[in-house]
């Protein structure tokens, strides 16, 4: 299967599987006839007397002054110059190559104007894994990724930035090393670069891969700790759940269903005394459903941004090129910001499950160690997930609630989405963290159940989990415990489904 730029539907798996080489893309014969039909169109604007935004005209508060076609290359290589400012520490290569490659799917759609010859001098980056440096801060999400996108594109003109390896090396020197002349731009391709939500974009689609992920394994680690807490099974019954049937909802109370699954130790207690659990343990369906609806949310909203053309102005004919605001990053960034939450609370809940298993109630003995007070068993990672949590909380006042004007007030209304993205993956990472250290706390307190069985499924998991981490017996290093369980959530290994 090969992904035809331009012509084919972007989603976020496939987006991932061209990042990661598992899927080839390619122009095809109809992509390069709209990006050539499009391109004769600029050329025509470029040299009428009607003045056309960023084609024969300056940018943004310069807009009203005209660029004679002799200007032309020239304003288009200071754009990239003047917009590079970006700070901070440098965005992975992953991100900087997916965000070329939601470009490139950009312009094949026809409408930006820009050349042949420049898309494919991207997919040759793209393809030989030429990823140039971006800096994570300076985007306020309005008028494009300006800065990112800028640095991103820098090399085209031999200036900036590669990752070679672990290693920044200038590009002048990378494209004499691949016999390549840095190209000269031409009317309306400095601005079809620059202009576009492919910053954010990115970071939407990498938060999106990841909270797939964990949304599935935190439903596995409440299943584990419910197990290891003696809890009921009842609140996850379909009946419930079909009366209130929000999606998530319903698919969280499925699957814990299918984690319980003939499971010895949930059958052992089924008429038993006890009247409820408390809502971190009753209320999983709830919860974590609640934060899967926000995900399907951003996922449908990404997947329309992935086939969108977010460049400024839109080419439409040899007359008429409009001016408008597909560049702005609102529709994500709104989106970001609730999905941030979202994953702030399933680390939320998470904690308050790992700080039940260390009571020392039904059964479990106090910080899930038999030799307490010469150990402290279980007692500190809770401490961990504490701060964490909180961490969490602090990053999701919502950025897209802010806006600061700016270019001298043109750009009046910013939606400030890439800092969405950025802490929206900040937040995911961090719950990796917290799911680790909760897996780890279900894990000893299921230990507590035997010689009862547990599904085949959280069987399996049990045992994936000890291959890493031992039974905890005595106190000794919990840092190398954690360590390996967040490596272990890292890896993915763990079965959230049933094959």
Known sequence: MIFKYGIDQLTVPKVMAICNGSLEASLTAEAIKKIEACRQMVLTMAHSDKAVYGINTGFGPLCDIRITPEETCKLQENLLITHAVGVGSPISKRLSKLMMI?????????????RLKVIERILYFIE???????????????????????????PLIGEGEFWIGDH?????AVLEQHELKPIQLQAKEGLALINGTQFILAHAVTGLDTMEYLLNLADLAGAMSIEGYKGSASPFKDALHTIRPYKGVLKVAERMRMFFENSENIMSHENCERVQDPYSMRCIPQVHGASRNAFDHLRELVEIELNSVTDNPIVLSDTVAISGGNFHGQPLAMALDYAAIAASELGNISDRRCFLLIEGKFGLPRLLTTGGGLNSGFMIPQYTTAALVTENKSLCFPPSADSIPTSLGQEDHVSMGSISGRKFNQILSNLESILAIELMYAAQAMEFRR???????LEKNMNIIRKQVAKLENDRLLKDDITAMIGLVKSRSLIINKS
């Open 168 to 172: 920044i090396v200038p590009a002048k």
């Open 128 to 154: 030989n894994d030429l990823i140039p440096v971006v800096p994570e801060q300076g985007s306020v999400g309005a008028s494009g990724d300006l800065a990112p996108l800028s640095h991103l594109f820098l």
């Open 451 to 457: 010689p009862l069985r547990f599904s085949a499924l």
């Open 102 to 114: 939601c470009k490139v799917h950009a312009l094949c759609q026809g409408y930006s104007g820009i």
